[in-house]
């Protein structure tokens, strides 16, 4: 009188193949088809776009970090978006949509909220700067 075990444990199985969600992919830090428009595929012109960059990430991130510090909601955004502008230009795109949520929080005053991303930036910088490396890498070979 009922469903034996086997049976809805192989229902069960079913059930959980159709409904699982597919494979979950890698993030993908690096638009490299912009950064390939800018560079022309060009190698030296990647690595001297990865130099300024790192140049404007030490300088932009720290100036960023003391805004937030201070509470000041306008220089937030403001370096916020000079950064958004950096990544955007050689196709650090994730990078580029966190500097973008900055920016907006700082805009309409919510520093707090802002500052809150900081992690997930200097994370996002990191393996951004990880992929980077290794895209170059790639290229030297």
């Known amino acids: 009188p009922g469903l034996s075990f086997v049976i809805m444990f192989a229902n069960l199985s079913n059930w959980w193949t159709k409904a699982s969600s597919p494979p979950i992919q890698p993030v993908q830090y690096i638009n490299f088809s912009q950064l390939g428009e800018v560079s022309s595929g ?62 907006h929080l700082s805009a309409q005053g919510d520093v707090s909220s802002a500052q809150k991303l900081l992690q997930k930036l200097l994370d996002t910088h990191e393996a951004t700067s990880a992929s980077m490396i290794e895209h170059l890498n790639q290229l030297r070979t």
């Open 42 to 103: 060009d190698l030296s012109i990647e690595e001297e776009l990865w130099s300024a960059y790192q140049e404007s990430w030490n300088c932009t991130r720290s100036d960023l970090e003391k805004a937030f510090k201070e509470g000041n909601a306008n220089e937030a955004r403001l370096h916020a978006h000079s950064l958004k502008g950096a990544c955007l230009s050689i196709g650090f795109d994730v990078l580029a949509a966190i500097c973008k949520e900055m920016e």
